[in-house]
């Protein structure tokens, strides 16, 4: 029983310090970046330069 209330007390903890180091630091990164989600256009792909190039370069 003991070990299930410090348990609650480190979580309860860590959230804590979460909440803080928000409130300094902001926002926190997101665990993956907008190219590596799925659904996002691959912009090193050659339709993308295709499309991107200016008409002086063809």
Known sequence: MA???NE???ESRARIERARLARIFGDVL???TSDEQAGAEDTR???WFDRE???HHY
């Open 45 to 47: 792909s050659d339709q």
């Open 30 to 32: 997101p665990e993956t």
């Open 3 to 5: 070990e299930h209330n």
């Open 53 to 55: 190039r200016p008409p």
């Open 8 to 10: 609650k007390h480190d």
